[in-house]
């Protein structure tokens, strides 16, 4: 089993910044994809970022592209997203996300039914 915890969220003025981490335990984070989701009220869930299993590859939501970073460092067993230039509409309660079953060389999954362990998120939000 995978345990994901999530912290780091508040409360951020627009254009400010915010560093999320996710926190895994029961597995090692290195050997399986990572993702980080966010949903808003009202709205679908977001795919925002996600990092393959040693971190050389990445892959971002349109929506946060040049603005986000996402990072791991396995030997800590966390997951990072770095938030820059925030916005009002980045508001929502962000999740991290673990895919365990894709392989090495699948693309990095933007659906959040290809992730099968999740955090129970954190708030962020940013004031205009």
């Known amino acids: 089993q995978v345990q994901l915890v999530e912290s780091g969220g508040g409360l951020v003025q627009a254009g400010g910044s915010l560093r999320l981490s996710c926190a895994a335990s029961?597995?090692?984070?290195?050997?399986?994809?990572m993702g980080w989701f966010r949903q808003a009220p009202g709205k679908e869930r977001e795919f925002v970022a996600g990092?393959?299993?040693?971190?050389?590859?990445?892959r971002y939501g349109d929506s946060v592209k040049g603005r986000f970073t996402i990072s791991r460092d396995n030997a800590k067993n966390t997951v990072f997203l770095q938030m820059n230039s925030l916005k009002p509409e980045d508001t929502a309660v962000y999740y991290c996300?673990?895919?365990?079953?894709?392989?090495?060389?699948?693309?990095?999954?933007?659906?959040?039914?290809?992730?099968?362990?999740w955090g129970q998120g954190t708030q962020v939000t940013v004031s205009s």
């Open positions: 029961g597995r090692s984070s290195s050997s399986y994809r």
């Open positions: 996300a673990a895919d365990t079953f894709s392989g090495r060389f699948t693309p990095i999954a933007t659906m959040g039914s290809r992730y099968d362990y």
């Open positions: 990092i393959g299993w040693s971190g050389g590859s990445t």
